[in-house]
């Protein structure tokens, strides 16, 4: 298999396989399309190379399969990862939650923001206002899973500066 081949083979299947991607990938992973394709062709490619395609089907449709059962694999790791940051994500807010009840003053959980780098703070302070994950990634252009992974940066953060500033001033 020579990548003029491969390539003629990822031309004629191109369509078959984002089709394949589209009716298995749940909408709030859409931002893992390419990466599925890559690993779509790249097994196909590795298959191919090591002749394990028996031509007892359409190539399409081998190619199809393959498609359609990277993106389940996809759609099982990212709904994992998920419930894993979700977990996470409500033990900061319980321990949040526990920190702000036992310092009333409002002021301090302000003036601990106000001490986040900017790309955290944004985000917390959308969230504090009661904006939804989607309303955050709308408002500061990004992506969703950024909007993610900076709150949960900026709460760790903002934990550690609870604990530490919080209680000298």
Do not use: C
């Not at 690993?39 to 081998?62: G, I």
């Amino acid at each position: 298999m020579n990548d003029a081949e491969f390539a003629g083979i990822v031309t004629t299947t191109k369509k078959i396989v984002l089709s394949a991607i589209e009716k298995n990938l749940y909408d709030r992973f859409f931002f893992a399309i390419d990466d599925i394709v890559q690993e779509t062709y790249l097994r196909a490619y590795r298959s191919l190379v090591a002749k394990k395609f028996r031509y007892e089907s359409e190539l399409s449709t081998w190619i199809y399969t393959i498609a359609r059962n990277e993106t389940i694999r996809m759609n099982q790791k990212f709904a994992r990862e998920e419930e894993k940051i979700k977990k996470y994500t409500e033990s900061l807010v319980r321990k949040e939650t526990e920190v702000i009840a036992d310092e009333p003053d409002m002021e301090v959980y302000r003036q601990m923001i106000k001490r986040l780098p900017q790309k955290y703070r944004d985000v917390i302070e959308l969230y504090d206002k009661g904006f939804t994950e989607k309303e955050v990634a709308g408002s500061l252009q990004l992506k969703i899973g950024t909007v993610k992974s900076r709150t949960f940066r900026g709460k760790e953060i903002l934990m550690k500066l609870m604990h530490l500033g919080g209680n000298n001033g």
